[in-house]
């Protein structure tokens, strides 16, 4: 035996890294899945734009709730168990929307999902950021991202075929079932030392953790632009809106309209790899902040092209390019200033203000629809995202961390 018997021997970082892609993979599906579904149910369900943009709302505003408690229970139950009870409920839930006879229930379940698929993030990326050394850190939860994203183009290529043919019922079946076999199969295959749970305990309790979050100058910067990058921040937002403004606004036909979507969601896997990338060469502030105003370029262009369909896919471009990378490299720098004894509070707190904060910028989304109007409405939420993009770039100005590292 050797003396330090304590850290289990059958770490296997890629491993966890492999699974927890698949699990976020199945996490995006959903998200690029809903808009279509969106789309049907507005018609079978009667309801309005308004109502299904508070819904998506409603779901990140509970989820993001959920993440603060990650703070403390991630110091009483291990990560593994935590991602896998998620899992299973978030792919049970996604599977019983099939069931819903109303609105009202298919709201409810929906919502249960989105509860379940909250501990992805923070706690994932926790477990990534303990796993793996730090020079190779952001590559990890750039993998992890870009895994989620590929079940975006799943989705993009499978989706919407699957939703003609099938119907959405049969649909949203086939894709909650495999979150909660991936959610076993962590349970069962991965492995995690609890230094960071062992570290954290010894700390301090976790009020205190957060005094020490919140007392540091650069945390609150990064908190502040991940508030404010919500307005626009790819996932959930863009894609949402893009496709109900594509259709209910531009009227454009599914044959012009799924293929723009399909190619937003597209962009989105290589982008934040290759923003990952970049920030490794020319620091992760000045990358983030490029990102944001590229995003802001790409909503603005969107809107003034008007009806070009030319000009609606360079707007599409722009949007895919910028609009999905910052958030990966925004964790990233928070991983490289948060040291182990604070980095599930950390992170915690991060995911509630970017999802639970940032989720309510789609609630004032569905408000300004319900009092414009669509054709009316639509057009100054984009031009709120392109406001929300500007702003989170000021924010990261004066964060000290993150410039281009000097030493190897």
Same mark, same amino acid.
């Given at each position: 035996m050797h003396h330090h018997a304590a850290v289990p021997t059958d770490i296997h970082p890629n491993r966890t890294l492999w699974l927890l892609s698949l699990a976020h993979l199945v996490n995006h599906a959903q998200a690029v899945l809903l808009p279509i579904v969106y789309l049907r149910i507005i018609d079978e369900f009667g309801v309005t734009a308004e109502t299904i943009a508070l819904l998506p709302a409603a779901g990140s505003f509970a989820s993001g709730a959920v993440q603060l408690s990650y703070a403390k229970l991630t110091r009483m139950i291990s990560r593994r168990k935590l991602l896998a009870a998620g899992g299973i409920l978030f792919g049970g839930g996604f599977a019983a929307q099939a069931a819903a006879p109303t609105f009202a229930s298919f709201a409810a379940v929906n919502i249960v999902s989105r509860v379940g698929g909250s501990p992805q993030h923070p706690v994932g990326n926790g477990l990534l950021a303990e796993q793996f050394p730090e020079h190779r850190r952001g590559f990890a939860i750039s993998a992890h991202i870009s895994g989620g994203n590929v079940g975006t183009v799943v989705v993009a290529l499978a989706g919407y075929p699957l939703i003609a043919n099938l119907g959405w019922r049969e649909t949203v079946v086939i894709f909650g079932l495999p979150a909660v076999v991936i959610a076993l199969a962590i349970l069962l295959f991965v492995r995690e030392t609890g230094a960071d749970q062992a570290a954290a305990v010894a700390h301090g309790s976790v009020r205190e953790a957060f005094g020490t979050i919140l007392s540091d100058a650069d945390h609150r910067w990064i908190y502040l632009a991940s508030i404010l990058g919500g307005g626009g921040r790819g996932l959930g937002v863009v894609n949402l809106f893009a496709l109900l403004y594509l259709g209910r606004v531009l009227h454009l036909p599914d044959e012009i309209a799924v293929p723009m979507y399909n190619a937003l969601i597209v962009l989105s896997v290589p982008m934040p790899l290759v923003a990952g990338w970049l920030s490794g060469r020319l620091g992760r502030k000045p990358v983030i902040i490029g990102v944001y105003l590229g995003g802001a370029v790409g909503f603005v262009l969107f809107l003034l092209v008007g009806?070009? !369909? !030319?000009?609606?896919? %360079?707007? !599409? %471009?722009?949007?895919?390019? $910028?609009? $999905?990378?910052?958030?990966?490299?925004?964790?990233?720098?928070? %991983?490289?200033? %948060?040291?182990?004894? !604070?980095r599930d509070a950390s992170f915690a707190l991060y995911f509630t203000l970017a999802f639970g904060v940032g989720s309510l910028w789609t609630a004032l989304y569905g408000v300004i629809i319900g009092i414009a109007g669509e054709p009316r409405g639509l057009p100054i939420v984009f031009v709120l995202m392109a406001g929300s993009f500007v702003a989170a770039a000021l924010a990261v100005v004066p964060v000290r961390a993150g410039g281009r590292r000097t030493s190897a």
């Open positions: 009806s070009s !369909i !030319i000009g609606l896919w %360079a707007g !599409i %471009a722009v949007m895919g390019l $910028f609009s $999905f990378a910052e958030s990966p490299q925004l964790q990233a720098l928070l %991983a490289d200033i %948060a040291p182990p004894t !604070i």
